[in-house]
């Protein structure tokens, strides 16, 4: 059986070398004051530029208190912006378009690709 010029352990490499992850650690203040930790690993890719997975763990303090794990997906566009993230987290100040945005913005500003 042929394999078509198809190395494994080379394909296996390669996939190595362009899958990647990344810790990030940070913290988003939202309006009514919620103050929003975060310690997450980021699995992705890099060619082409896409987010695989993100999970970690949110703790919150100010107005607001808890922990909680999560898990999270995200598109990207061509170019390896993030521009879209949904979460399973299940505290009501988080399900909100303001952590989402602010979020958002975190993981460009982190240069996951780079």
């Known amino acids: 059986m042929a394999n078509n010029g198809v190395n494994p352990?080379?394909?296996?490499?390669?996939?190595?070398?362009?899958k990647k992850t990344k810790n990030i650690k940070?913290?988003?203040?939202?309006?009514?004051?919620?103050?929003?930790?975060?310690?997450?690993?980021?699995d992705y890719d890099i060619i082409p530029p896409r987010v695989n997975s993100i999970h970690g763990t949110v703790t919150m303090s100010g107005n607001c208190s808890g922990t909680q794990t999560f898990?999270?997906?995200?598109?990207?566009?061509?170019?390896?912006k993030i521009?879209?993230?949904?979460?399973?987290?299940?505290?009501p100040v988080l399900q909100t378009g303001e952590f989402d945005d602010k979020f958002i913005d975190d993981l460009n500003n982190a240069n996951i690709f780079n």
């Open 26 to 42: 940070g913290s988003i203040t939202l309006s009514g004051g919620c103050v929003v930790d975060y310690d997450i690993t980021v």
């Open 83 to 91: 521009v879209y993230v949904q979460t399973d987290l299940k505290d």
């Open 71 to 80: 898990r999270a997906s995200a598109a990207t566009d061509p170019k390896g």
């Open 9 to 18: 352990k080379h394909d296996s490499e390669l996939s190595t070398i362009l």
